[in-house]
């Protein structure tokens, strides 16, 4: 209900830039830290400077009984291509500006599907970056193979940059479809890495690891290729940074179905159909009315409140990030009478449209949350 936007923005909300992480045990200890920074040192940056910029205590670096978590890593990864304008954190010789990756992102996500991106990702980046060979292959029977090769300067740790890549490469195509890759498999040229904490840094694809191995390469799901794109513009790729996600987060490997039938929703919403039936999302998830009402409500969910709770999170959203007019707003959502939509967002909101946006809109922390709301479910947004 709307009337929780607080807790709704919570998801969304990021911990100051500047804040010190507390060293840990846990996660990616302080060796494997300076290792992700050797290019940086290579090119004569202070690694005590950046890690104090990404909000993160400098005594980590190079100590085995800290660590970061994986909010902290998105967090430095960025602040080293940020502070080298390189995309490959300085371990390529000739590496790949940041402009060069916005262009290549701005491309993929105008693809159809995941399978699509993936083609276009592959070949906008063999043409920027000739340290870098990806190739995709299917001969092996078990799911399209993306191989990369990476050629990093002399004396800096080539099994890390594999691994950080690979980080992104999962969670950024995750990213793409909405939901988890659901990999065949990794493969990965060197040793299993190891940490005196325990942490297996590998754990996060959640599927077989072939250490040791002739190639580095991920192993996509034929099913994940033919997957839509729930994403389509680089304001959403940085909405997605600037929310700190959890690199080290562990779902379950397949979506709930709330989740999924969430997805479903917002998907006839962004296109105007406001009150798609339980029957017509079924067949979009491809699955029984019935069979889909049992699986939702064993995990506590009701369809008809989720429909009802999507659009009033999205009139909430518009009303707080946005100056458009109530009434319009109203008519955005599929209201056609004024008079209808402020009802019905009392009984969402227990306040009125005017008062709701008079309390909120000079909250930052609510109007980031709903600008995130609104990059991702925009009436007329294609999916």
Known sequence: MIAHFHELSRPFMTSPWGQWATPSVCGLDGIAVSKLLQGAVLKGHDPCEILRSAGINASVYGCADAAIDGQALVRLMRQIQFALDDVYLGFLPQGCRLALEAERIMCLLHSET?????????RFTDAMAPDVGPVLSDKSGRGLRHTCRYE??????????????????????????????????????????????????????????????????????????GERLAHSSNTEYDAYYANSPDWFSCHGTEPSWGERTQQAIVEFQRKGHWSPTIHIVAKRLNVSARRLRLDLSTEGESYREMRTRLRGELAGAYLVASDIPIQEIGTLLGFSEPGSFTRHFISWAGVSPTTYRAENAADAAISAAATAILNERRVGRQA
């Open 114 to 122: 995941l399978g699509e991106a993936l083609r276009v990702s592959v």
């Open 152 to 225: 990093t300067m002399e004396g800096l740790d080539r099994d890390m940059l594999v691994w950080i890549r690979f980080v992104w490469i999962y969670h950024f195509f995750s990213w793409l479809i909405g939901r988890s890759l659901m990999l065949r498999g990794v493969m990965i040229k060197g040793a299993r890495p190891e940490q005196e904490n325990g942490f297996d840094r590998f754990a996060l694809f959640r599927c077989p690891v072939q250490f040791n191995a002739p190639d580095d390469a991920l192993l996509y799901d034929w099913a994940d290729l």
